[in-house]
């Protein structure tokens, strides 16, 4: 089969999505039920038996998992340990061809990389976002990640294996992710990639060239500038979402990542500029 860079363009765009991301305690299990949509599985611990159509699937942690509309899937969850999974249920009007005969082709599960981890994390967070645009934002996510799915799949079956990611480096970045606004140390971090604290320096300046601490603070202004320019909130209390002791300290971190103080990021932002 030829890869998708090799065909003709199709457009991709769903009619529903919807997010969501949930722990299941050891032993457990959830159907049976009939697939409403497409629906990408992301497991990031604990193992996955699912039965579809009485066919047996698997799926260990760090995983990835394509499910198609119409089935009966029973699903049974690690017996030992609790499983953590988030998904995208995607609805579309009319599936193109040419994309249903790429997923099928692809093997039923692929490695979890860190770039569909990023847009899970994306996903899940706007869906307490007050944006006007929210609905097509998280559309145009969920196909970035089916599209990224074709294109990770057909990678994998020609061979080409991505680096993967240490889990401890996969484990803390999404850490930081969700806990930008508290005070995290060094050990903190460590505690949560269940390594030590040199350990995950060298591994984050091998995968990552910087240091746990050097991310953090780069996703703290990153955030930061995003909310500038896409909320009205006022500099005091995006400083302090984004884990900043003062305003002061967030306004010298966005000039010296910008160019630009706060307010005037956020004016040419907002002018179009």
Not at 7 to 36: C, M
Not at 94 to 113: K, Y
Request: proline share 7%.
């Amino acid at each position: 089969m030829k890869k998708w860079i090799e065909t003709n363009d199709v457009v991709l765009w769903p009619e529903a999505v919807r997010f969501g991301d949930v722990v299941y305690p050891p032993g457990g299990a959830f159907g049976p039920r009939i697939q409403p949509t497409i629906e990408l599985v992301l497991l990031h611990s604990g193992e996955m038996t699912v039965w579809i159509d009485g066919v047996r699937h698997y799926a260990p942690a760090a995983t990835i998992t394509l499910l198609f509309p119409g089935h009966e899937e029973r699903f049974v969850f690690a017996a030992d340990s609790e499983t953590h999974h988030s998904f995208a249920h995607i609805t579309l009007e009319h599936l193109p061809p040419l994309v249903e005969v790429h997923l099928r082709s692809l093997p039923w599960s692929l490695p979890l990389s860190t770039s569909m981890t990023d847009l899970m994390s994306r996903g899940l967070s706007l869906r307490t976002a007050t944006l006007s645009t929210v609905q097509p934002l998280l559309k145009a996510i969920a196909a970035q990640m089916l599209w990224r799915y074709i294109g990770e799949g057909e990678r994998l079956l020609a061979g080409e294996d991505a680096p993967q990611t240490h889990p401890a480096v996969e484990q803390v970045r999404k850490y930081i992710q969700n806990h930008l606004s508290e005070a995290l140390t060094l050990d903190d971090l460590a505690a949560v990639g269940a390594v030590s604290p040199s350990h995950l320096i060298r591994l984050f300046q091998v995968e990552l060239n910087t240091t746990p601490i050097a991310y953090l603070w780069e996703q703290r202004v990153a955030q930061g500038i995003d909310m500038l320019e896409n909320t009205g909130l006022p500099v005091g209390i995006i400083a302090e979402r984004c884990g900043f002791q003062t305003s002061y300290h967030f306004s010298r971190r966005v000039r010296l990542a910008t160019g630009y103080a706060p307010l005037s990021l956020r004016r040419r932002a907002w002018q179009g500029r």
